[in-house]
């Protein structure tokens, strides 16, 4: 799986969407926090069973999101909320 370094992660999160995700229940929902790494990793801090995704760009007619924990390429895995 294509991993992305950091730098190219704080970027996409300072402009792009960033969508939070909790595995289990297969929820969503946009982040209106602070628009750094650092402040989106504070608030994850507190909830272990999330992951935070920022849209990266579309390929072959799909959005690609980015793991900003891991870094990981993917696609969104529940729908993206208004």
Do not use: C
């Not at 992305?4 to 970027?11: D, F, G, K």
């Not at 929902?29 to 849209?55: C, E, I, P, Q, S």
């Amino acid at each position: 799986m294509e991993t992305v370094n950091p730098e190219l992660i704080a970027r996409l999160v300072r402009i792009n969407p960033v969508v939070i995700v909790n595995g289990e229940t297969s929820r969503s929902l946009r982040y209106h926090g602070k628009r750094n790494v650092r402040a989106l990793m504070g608030f994850l801090g507190t909830y272990r069973d999330m992951r935070a995704l920022v849209y990266s760009h579309s390929a072959s007619g799909r959005q690609m999101w980015l793991d900003v924990q891991t870094g990981r390429v993917s696609q969104l895995p529940v729908p993206v909320p208004n």
